[in-house]
């Protein structure tokens, strides 16, 4: 059977939607979980068709799909994927069914929203990485900030205010807020910049639009307003301020799908639009992006460090581990960008476990300050053993899957510029720093507070919502070849295109012709 005759693509993207459309006329909260449960088992399943239906080797676009929509304006329903977004559409689907595993119980008020949004959100993020029509795209790179802002506002930490203009708000609403007008700021140049290449080039497709001859001061601009919005969502140093205070208000399934795929629009718009749409200007901005990851590395960890909430200190690492990633997409050669488009997948992972295993800790003990922890292994050796294989996996233990990912962002990044390869391995001693800093406090030692006596294991529904993550870890870390398999061809074709433009890439300062 031909895979690529079916529109899998639109049925992985329309499927969420889709479900959650039917959603809103289910009557019972049982009823409403299994569906959306079943919705998103379903677009997982048709998602591995892609796995399946890959052919080895091939640099471009497959499963592509391309029908006219807007003809007078040129815009098209086109979708395709590489193996730069394979990896992310996959990403997506497996964590939408583990969030909706983990929230079974969880979400008590309100549950057909909850369930409405996160389907809603899938789909969105879904259409982000398969568009290839900067239409498209643009549409549901701001549908995913409708469900992200409801989700963080509605479910999330009740606990807190923030004082604004005389007027005393919650502190979920206020940092919804803080991420929605961040990412709209970004998004309005970016449209403006979309609308640019289309007057320029006449067209809105993305493949065509990489061949436009533009000039280094033009695409300078143009990178400032496509990289804007990508350096905010990622977020990039120092556009970052945003992210803690929405990963700390945001329920725990936000928090999860925020670290786990939203971050990641951020990286893989750069790798989609800026590298190969604004070659010279690319080069121009190496060295100062670079510059910026390596602050964000270091800064995410040391406030990671200090950190008294153990949700705060994830969310830091977050800041840290995504300078890694603009690290290596900016080494600009085939080791730094196929081990940042492994990482954006193993950050997903580790964090997106993190989260979750904060939020079951939560859950049991409505606390999550270091200092409320301690001697937890011995009240919780299933979690503890859990917990300690993914801080490891996020500090990057050779063996397990943030390892390969760190490695070959270093690989790449040292053979363009070697102090920021120092300065990129001095982070990794941060991670590990604050990671293993946060495993002694919540799990050795005597239990230090009499409520932690009573704290029960993981029951068998979060065992089975961890598993599948955990056996990542060793599947990316044992067998990485299964992966850059996919991901090298277009890596390498991104290099390729690159150098053809523009030759002698590197991260140092070139004086443009």
């Known amino acids: 059977m031909n895979l690529s005759s079916i529109p899998l693509l639109s049925i992985i993207t329309f499927l969420p939607l ?15 979980k299994w569906w959306a449960l079943g919705v998103s088992l379903a677009t997982f399943a048709v998602s591995c068709l892609l796995w399946i239906g890959w052919k080895a080797g091939e640099a471009g676009m497959q499963f592509v799909e391309r029908l006219p929509w807007v003809p007078q304006f040129k815009i098209q329903y086109f979708l395709g994927v590489d193996g730069l ?4 559409v996959l990403l997506t689907t497996l964590l939408t069914v583990l969030v909706l595993l983990f929230s079974w119980e969880g979400i008590a008020q309100r549950l057909k929203a909850y369930l409405f949004l996160m389907l809603m959100l899938e789909a969105g993020m879904i259409g982000v990485f398969a568009s290839l029509d900067l239409v498209i795209f643009y549409v549901f790179w701001e549908l995913t900030l409708i469900p992200m802002y409801f989700l963080i506002g509605g479910w999330g930490d ?11 708000m919650p502190w979920r609403i206020y940092a919804a807020l803080k991420f929605f007008l961040y990412t709209m700021a970004g998004s309005a140049l970016m449209l403006v910049a979309i609308l640019f290449l289309y007057f320029r080039g006449g067209t809105f497709d993305l493949l065509e639009l990489q ?3 533009l000039t280094p001061n033009l695409q300078t601009w143009l990178f400032v307003a496509f990289g804007l919005a990508f350096a905010i969502k990622v977020p990039l140093f120092p556009f970052h301020t945003w992210l803690p205070d929405a990963h700390v208000a945001s329920p725990t399934g936000g928090s999860v799908i925020l670290a786990g795929v939203l971050l990641k629009m951020g990286t893989y718009g750069f790798l989609r639009f800026c590298l190969p749409l604004f070659p010279a200007a690319t080069k121009m901005f190496v060295p100062w992006i670079a510059a910026l990851a390596i602050i964000g590395i270091l800064y995410g960890a040391l406030v990671a460090l200090v950190q008294k909430d153990v949700k705060s200190l994830v969310a830091y690492s977050s800041v840290a581990h995504l300078g890694y990633v603009m690290l290596g997409i900016f080494a600009l050669n085939v080791h730094g960008i196929a081990g940042a488009t492994l990482q954006m997948i193993n ?8 989260f979750l295993m904060v939020g079951m800790l939560y859950n049991r ?5 270091l200092a409320d922890f301690g001697g937890l292994w011995k009240q919780i050796p299933l979690f503890g053993m859990l917990f300690i294989v993914v801080a490891l996996s996020s500090a990057g233990l050779p063996g397990l899957n943030g390892f390969v990912g760190e490695f070959n962002i270093l690989l790449g990044v040292f053979q363009a510029n070697k102090v920021f390869a120092v300065f990129g391995t001095v982070g990794i001693i941060l991670a590990a720093w604050y990671l293993l800093s946060a495993v002694r406090q919540m799990l050795h030692g005597p239990l230090t507070k009499p409520e932690n006596a009573t704290v029960k294991d993981l029951n068998w529904r979060e065992v089975l919502t961890l598993t599948p993550i955990i056996i990542l870890f060793f599947v990316i870390g044992l067998f990485p070849n299964l992966f850059f398999d996919k991901i090298n061809p277009s890596a390498e074709a991104v290099v390729q295109a690159l150098q053809q433009q523009r030759p002698a890439v590197s991260m140092v300062v070139d004086r443009l012709p």
């Open 18 to 32: 889709a479900g959650a459309l039917v959603l809103i006329f289910l009557p019972g909260a049982k009823l409403q």
């Open 211 to 213: 061949k436009l001859s």
């Open 158 to 168: 009740p606990h807190g205010e923030y004082k604004f203009l005389g007027r005393v």
């Open 347 to 354: 950050h997903g992972l580790s964090t997106g476990a993190l």
């Open 365 to 369: 003990r409505h606390t999550r300050l």
């Open 85 to 88: 977004s394979l990896l992310l």
